[in-house]
């Protein structure tokens, strides 16, 4: 059984940071792109980062320059790492993983929320 495992959301003041991981097992076939969503209250899920298998990245443009996404394929783990945080970034954030345009896996989300 797949399965997805988030941790490291939390409450933190504007301008600290935060650090998210994401563990996969369970997973048949080999990985090929990781995304972390977002979705604030009353907003649509967005796409924040993508990193492919060959650690390519990918950025939305309001989180560019301020987040890093990274994955280590040994250990089927993705992390983003968040730095001077708004308020803006509250929201929950989930992992996503792509392992063929027919089979892909979501995490069940980790609250961050960033304090004025």
């Known amino acids: 059984q797949a399965q997805l495992v988030e941790s490291g959301g939390g409450l933190v003041q504007a301008g600290g940071s935060l650090r998210l991981s994401c563990a996969a097992s369970?997973?048949?076939?080999?990985?090929?792109?990781m995304d972390w969503y977002r979705q604030a209250p009353g907003q649509q899920r967005e796409l924040v980062a993508t990193?492919?298998?060959?650690?390519?990245?990918n950025y939305a443009d309001s989180v560019k320059g301020r987040f890093t996404i990274s994955r280590d394929n040994a250990k089927n783990t993705m992390y983003l790492q968040m730095n001077s945080l708004k308020p803006d970034d509250t929201a929950v954030y989930y992992c996503?993983?792509?392992?063929?345009?027919?089979?892909?896996?979501w995490g069940q989300g980790t609250q961050v929320t960033v304090s004025s």
């Open positions: 996503h993983i792509v392992i063929s345009i027919y089979r892909d896996y």
């Open positions: 990193v492919t298998s060959g650690g390519r990245t």
């Open positions: 369970g997973i048949i076939g080999s990985i090929n792109a």
